[in-house]
Each structure stands twice: as structure tokens, then as C-alpha cells.
């Protein structure tokens, strides 16, 4: 289903509130009629009464009971008629109004990954035709090899977020957990990054050795994931930290930024799948809104749970909180 255009979506709009209108003005009109050809039955059938027959009083009585009878069956189902299309309605309108969203949505999906996908490649070829065409130094040649292999890297994320997102969505992807030292794992995400951003500020708390039952492949994407998501939303001269700590048979994992806070009533909101804050033509971060939805599904999938707090002074805390035995 394509996405509707704003004048389009309000016709569509007005002709569905119209017809609903219709319906129930009809059915109104509907128990109107039949309730006047009831009332005018029990006239006639009254009228033929002989006012001198002895049972005159109880065949009469007998007629107006039956227009009674005959009055609650309408009522009875013309209301039951009345709230089963007043129920329709509601659902169709809230089932369109989620996929009008949803397509909208996807639209914006397309169009940010066209350009993640752009950028790096985009990138990627200058360096390497810079690097055939010229003849540079070997510090220049290894900072181009450098800023290719980052945005390489960087192609390989975001492909992998989406084949994860299709697997999820098929119901293809099978899990395989084993027992993995978190701690390492975490670390080696992080001295990753400290390479591909030399610049930025990146900070780690780790304990030793926290073991964790779940599968390498997902929890990296996690753990790079927020980290990504950290560096992307937050000032370059800022600090993004990375915590990791046990307690109370909890493994919790937080990554912490000095960026924007996020407002209280979208921080359920951005881990929906597609969902970003902002106007997609007007944000400065670029995105696909799968990361943190991703970083959710991965959370589940190993009996966590994910949530953001507000980081004091400024900035937002995400925490992944997973259970162990």
C-alpha cells in the first residue's frame, strides 16, 4: 500500500466519516419506519375490535403487548446492529490509520537507506580512485585505506540490520546461544570503535570476566548498535561511556551520552521498528530507524528487557538488562 498524499488521505477521510454518517442515520431511519407501520398494525388490528364483545378489554390488552414485544425486538436489533458497525468502524479506522503510518514509515526507511547506502560507497570510490590516480605519502595512503575501511564498516552494519530485520520478520532466524564472556566481548566492540573514531571520547567501566548465555553474532550487533547510536546523537566533543555491572543475578549493559535528551513521551516510541524522532526532512541525524528497534528484538530474544533514562546533567542512558541463572 503506497503512501497517501495529505489531500488524498483527507478525501479518503471525509468520504469514509460520511458513509459511516449514512449508515447509522440510515439505521435510524430504519427503526423510524418500522416502528410507525408497528404503531399503525395496532391501530387496525384495534380497530377491528367489537368494543361489545366481553373480551374486548383483554384482546386489546393482548394487541398493545405484542407492539411492545414487537418495539423491544427493534430496539434490541437495531442497537446490537448499531455497536457491531460502530465497532467495524473503529477497528477499520484505527487498522488504516496503522498502515498509513506504517507506510509512511517505510517510505522514510527507503529513503534514509538510500543514502546510508550512498554515502559510504560514495566515500569508498573516491578514496580508491584518489589512491590509483595519485601518488601520495604513506601517512596520506593509510589515513584514505582508514576512512575506507570505516565506511565499509559501516556499509556492513547497516546490511546486516537489515537481513536481521527481513530474518525477524520471516520468523527465519534461528538462534544458537552458548556461554560467552560478556566483558570481552563488550570490550572488543568498544576498542573497535576508539579506532574507527580516534577523536571521540570513549570511555568503558568493566568488571572482570562477566559471563553471559546468548549468541556472539546478536549481542555485538547490540552493543554496536547503541554505541553507533550514541556517537551519532551526541555533540564530537562530548563523552560517551559504556558500563557494564552484575547484581542481584543481572547482567546490565549502559551506554550513556551527553547528546539531546529524549522527551518522556517518545521514549517507548523509539524502539518501534521504523520510528524516529523528528521530521525526516528536517532531522540532521541520518538513520533507518532499525538500530535501537533491532537492539529491542536482540534484548527479548535473550529474556531482557531495554529502556532509556535521562543522563545527568544532559543526554540519555540506554540500558539492556538480561537475567542469569
Known amino acids: 500500500m503506497s503512501f497517501l498524499k495529505p489531500k488524498r488521505l483527507a478525501v479518503v477521510t ?3 466519516w460520511f458513509l459511516l454518517v449514512y449508515m447509522v442515520a440510515a439505521l435510524f431511519w430504519w427503526f423510524i419506519a418500522l416502528e410507525k407501520q408497528n404503531q399503525e398494525i395496532t391501530n387496525i388490528r384495534l380497530s377491528e375490535l367489537k368494543k361489545d364483545d366481553p373480551a374486548y378489554f383483554i384482546q386489546a390488552v393482548a394487541i398493545r403487548e405484542a407492539k411492545k414485544r414487537k418495539t423491544a425486538q427493534y ?8 455497536a457491531l458497525m460502530l465497532l467495524g468502524a473503529v477497528f477499520v479506522f484505527r487498522a488504516t490509520r496503522r498502515q498509513l503510518k506504517l507506510s509512511q514509515q517505510q517510505q522514510n526507511f527507503m529513503m534514509a537507506v538510500t543514502h546510508e547506502l550512498k554515502t559510504p560507497i560514495a566515500v569508498a570510490q573516491l578514496n580508491l580512485e584518489t589512491l590509483q590516480k595519485r601518488k601520495l605519502d604513506e601517512g596520506k595512503q593509510q589515513k ?4 575506507t575501511l570505516q565506511e565499509a564498516n559501516r556499509l556492513n552494519t547497516l546490511c546486516n540490520n537489515i537481513l536481521f530485520a527481513s530474518q525477524l520478520d520471516a520468523g527465519a532466524y534461528t538462534s544458537e546461544k552458548e556461554e560467552i564472556n560478556f566483558t570481552d566481548m563488550v570490550e572488543g566492540c568498544v576498542d573497535d570503535f576508539k579506532n574507527r573514531f580516534p577523536q571521540r571520547d570513549i570511555k568503558e567501566e568493566m568488571p572482570e570476566s562477566i559471563y553471559l548465555n546468548g549468541e556472539t553474532f546478536l549481542l555485538q550487533m547490540l552493543v554496536n548498535n547503541l554505541i553507533e547510536n ?4 551526541s555533540p564530537k566533543e ?3 561511556t559504556i558500563s557494564l555491572r552484575a547484581e542481584n543475578k543481572k547482567v546490565k549493559l549502559t551506554v550513556s551520552d551527553e547528546g539531546q535528551a529524549i522527551p518522556t513521551e517518545e521514549k517507548k ?3 518501534d521498528k521504523f520510528y524516529r524522532i523528528g521530521n525526516e526532512n528536517t532531522r540532521k541525524a541520518k538513520g533507518t530507524g532499525l538500530g535501537l528497534y533491532l537492539c529491542r528484538k536482540i534484548v527479548e530474544s535473550h529474556n531482557g528487557y531495554i529502556f532509556v533514562t535521562d543522563n545527568h546533567p544532559v543526554g540519555s542512558n540506554f540500558t539492556a538488562s538480561f537475567t542469569i541463572a
Open 269 to 271: 516510541k523509539i524502539f
Open 144 to 147: 584514505l585505506i582508514a576512512n
Open 14 to 16: 471525509i468520504v469514509y
Open 230 to 233: 550514541a556517537l551519532k546523537y
Open 238 to 240: 562530548s563523552t560517551v
Open 75 to 82: 430496539i434490541g436489533e437495531g442497537s446490537t446492529f448499531l
